[in-house]
């Protein structure tokens, strides 16, 4: 799928792992590789400029962990950046198909593969999920492609809407929609006339289709070996008829694959699916993690130094212990078990995560008690002194004043924090006495 880029990337961190130390001059010499490997397959240039902007901000500010190279570490936050790039805010592989039937149009230009879309989306839909779908061809400008898709319903057991000359689009689709609702339908899909460029007749078409079928998912569907065309197709058929989600085809060829990159941070709208062939299953649900490791081609690496930041967390936490059984739990300790809250998902993320914490849940949002709370205690130990967080203590009435005040907080609140870290330090001490801190740690890991 990405082979060139691919191979590049490992060409330039080879180098990079077998280095025991890196000079930030290696680091920059190796990023300057990645953003012309970047662009030569096709990324867009503020794309491959800010990518590389943030794998080298989160490069220096990095501390190494220790049992691997720095070289590793590198890889390691290349393939994040990959995968923050790639990942949207939908989940791809879930089309909107509720409230049956569901529309669905498809749209792109002629020969991007939007007729063989269709028909893989309509077999996934049917064998993955049981619904009974309903295909329609809106072409009316070539009969061939009409005969076409009702071919492929037959090979894939997909029903197709009868065709009738002389109607057009509009009326097809209206026809599609009562025969989804009469036959008990889940989905009827529209796949709508292409051209082999945008113009104002193909977008007044499709605007027409849609204004009728008000589709549930408009998906366009573009050829992922034009690159950096795909992604100004996309933004334009987004423009004018405002799309759902792209489904990038022709992924099997070794083609440049920068559209896969550039296409969220461009149009902002996600990737949901891939096409790898000819064959009806050869369509995937667009995966981040996955494509980012098949870009980068060094998941051992990965997962070398995903291993070693896990041990070193384990040895942070037993040190922590440590200090805690000997009855020193400060503000430090505690900012960072906040700060381990928030990474956590908050409040939220982490009532998700023990079980039959539903209900209390909603008791918490009744009384207004949310992550604000865990930035608000944050902000008010950032701005006490090193030694008043090493020794809570110290904290006169005056300090306090000044403290609440630096963080635009009230007194009270920090009245809270001090009585707070107090109670959990005493359960601390007593917990650590009797062996118990360490069996609840435990099990907190
Ligand atoms: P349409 O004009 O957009 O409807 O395009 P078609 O669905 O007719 O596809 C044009 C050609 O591209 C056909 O020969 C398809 O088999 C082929 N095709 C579609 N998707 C893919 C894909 O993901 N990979 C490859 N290799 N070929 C594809």
Redesign the pocket.
Known sequence: MFENLSDRLSGVFDKLTKQGALSEDDVKTALREVRVALLEADVSLPVARDFVAAVQAKATGQAVTKSITPGQQVVKIVHDELEHVLTGDTDPGALKIDNPPAPILMV???????????A?LAKRLKEREGKRVLMASL?TNRPA?ME?LAILGTQIGVDTLPIVKGETPVQIAKRAKTAASLGGYDVYML?TA?RLHIDAELIAQAAAVRDVANPRETLL?VD?LTGQDAVNVAQEFDDKIGVTGVVL?????DGRGGAALSMRAITGKPIRF?????KMD??ETFEPSRIAGRILGMGDIVALVEKAQATIEAEQAEKMMRRFQKGRFNMNDLKMQLDQMLKMGGMEGMMGMLPGMGKMKGQMDAAGIDDSILRRQIALINSMTKAERANPDLLAASRKKRIAKGAGLEVSELNKLVKQHRQMADMMKKMGKGGMLKNAMKQMM
């Open positions: 792109g230009l002629q020969g991007s593969g939007k007729t063989t879309t269709t893989k072409d492609a076409q796949d292409g569907v992922g085809t022709r992924m099997d060829g891939v096409g790898l062939g000819e050869a369509i």
